[in-house]
């Protein structure tokens, strides 16, 4: 009898979502990608918004400040994720 060939294993899909308003009374979609984690899947924090040190997407619904924070991924290398929510001033 012949064995059947095996398929090839298919690649796990990125978990690729949009970014919303970390706000969650407003949860607008911004215009980036982010993983389940909300880590950006193309780093594009050099898009972020600068007040001195904080970096931030600003929602154009409510207005307020979704804060970009550099962190590092398991083989070390440096990527961003919205990390928390700032209302308007």
Same mark, same amino acid.
């Given at each position: 009898?012949? +064995? +059947?060939? =095996?398929?090839?294993? $298919?690649? $796990?899909?990125? @978990?690729?979502?949009? &970014? /919303?308003? *970390?706000?969650?009374?407003?949860? %607008?979609? *911004? +215009?980036?990608?982010? @993983? =389940?984690?909300?880590? &950006?899947?193309? @780093? *594009?924090?050099?898009?972020? /918004?600068?007040?001195? %040190? *904080? /970096?931030? !997407? #600003?929602? #154009? $619904? ?6 970009? %924070? ?6 070390? +290398? ?6 928390? !929510? %700032?209302?308007?001033?």
């Amino acid at each position: 009898m012949n +064995a +059947a060939p =095996s398929l090839p294993a $298919k690649k $796990k899909a990125p @978990d690729i979502q949009v &970014l /919303r308003c *970390l706000n969650p009374t407003c949860r %607008e979609m *911004l +215009a980036y990608e982010v @993983d =389940s984690n909300n880590v &950006l899947y193309v @780093d *594009l924090a050099w898009m972020a /918004r600068q007040a001195g %040190e *904080l /970096r931030y !997407f #600003p929602c #154009p $619904k409510c207005g307020g400040r979704n804060i970009v %924070e550099p962190i590092r991924d398991t083989k070390g +290398a440096v990527k961003h994720q919205v990390a928390r !929510f %700032e209302p308007k001033a």
